[in-house]
């Protein structure tokens, strides 16, 4: 039976950024489904104060749909798009960045419903929580200061983080470029970034969202490494990478490698279409 590609995207994003990719998965053959995830995409809160002229008092003040959602809430959401997937036949789940939050609770819960993962430079837990793993050596080269400066509100008061992506602030586009994807073009990069959403939700888990041993570990899984990712860079992926491969020593990842950027996969999507496209091939008979 034909597989089902499930695609979960990271933090601000939504399911629009993986239209390329669906593209090229269709033209190859795949089905493919897009999630978005509670308080993304068409159930975005876009504030009118977002728009131009931009009214920044305004912006800061305006509540969001996002406030309150959690990593479970996000989690049971995917959990609802995998049955429906499972029913069509074998399903890969494949996460990007945050996105791999939300796809390890739900493989912990479920991995009955997900015959293959793939985490595409996407955090996946093991021996630390996210936040802790911050602090981290791997993480020093990272700048959370230079993406905040277009945070726009109190995250306390609103309840959500807001970014202003539509700034002209170049301080602030360079500093997003140099982050998400300093391997493509200005255009390619405003492209991308205004697919972007201004909210996201401030729930990243806990210890007890990393991955399990018995749950999660018992599914097949391939790691895709990002080689120029500033956002989670490649010393922080193969971390994660060490660190699963302990756990389950007996279901290691298969790794594959793709030289750019956080974002260049999704905006030149040929190379990973390809590297999904063999992972369907390789699904074991009767999955």
């Known amino acids: 039976m034909q597989p089902t590609f499930v695609l979960v995207h990271g933090a601000f994003a939504n399911s629009f950024s993986f239209a390329p990719l669906q593209a090229e998965l269709g033209l190859l053959g795949h089905r493919s489904v897009a999630v978005d995830l509670p308080g993304h995409g068409f159930a975005a809160t876009y504030p ?3 728009q131009a002229p931009q009214d920044l ?3 800061a003040a305006t509540p969001g749909v996002i406030k309150g959602v959690t990593l479970a809430d996000n989690a049971a959401h995917l959990i609802a798009v995998l049955e429906r997937a499972k029913r069509n036949g074998p399903v890969v789940l494949v ?3 945050r996105g791999g939050l939300t796809a390890t609770v739900a493989a912990n819960r479920r991995p009955d419903l997900i ?3 793939v985490y595409v430079s996407s955090w996946c837990p093991v021996d630390l929580d996210v936040s802790a793993y911050y602090a981290e050596p791997e993480m020093a080269a990272v700048d959370p200061a230079a993406l905040a400066a277009a945070l726009v509100g109190n995250p306390a008061e609103l309840g959500l983080l807001r970014s202003n992506f539509r ?3 170049p301080a602030a586009l360079a500093a997003f470029k140099a982050a998400l994807f300093a391997d493509g073009t200005d255009e390619e990069f405003l492209v991308l970034l205004n697919t972007l959403q201004p909210d996201e939700n401030l729930d990243a888990g806990t210890a007890d969202d990393r991955a399990g041993a018995d749950t999660w570990g018992r599914i097949p899984r391939t790691y895709v490494r990002l080689t120029e990712d500033a956002s989670i860079p490649l010393a922080m992926q193969d971390r994660m990478i060490r660190e699963a491969d302990a756990l ?4 290691p990842y298969a790794v ?3 030289t ?3 974002l260049k996969w999704l905006a030149t999507p040929e190379p990973a279409a390809q590297v999904l496209a063999e992972v369907a091939a390789h699904l074991p008979t009767g999955s």
């Open 48 to 50: 009118r104060a977002y």
């Open 57 to 59: 008092t305004e912006l």
């Open 95 to 97: 996460s990007h960045s």
């Open 115 to 117: 015959d293959h993962l």
């Open 167 to 169: 700034t002209a602030d």
């Open 248 to 251: 389950t020593p007996g279901n």
């Open 256 to 258: 594959r490698t793709l």
């Open 260 to 262: 750019g950027s956080h």
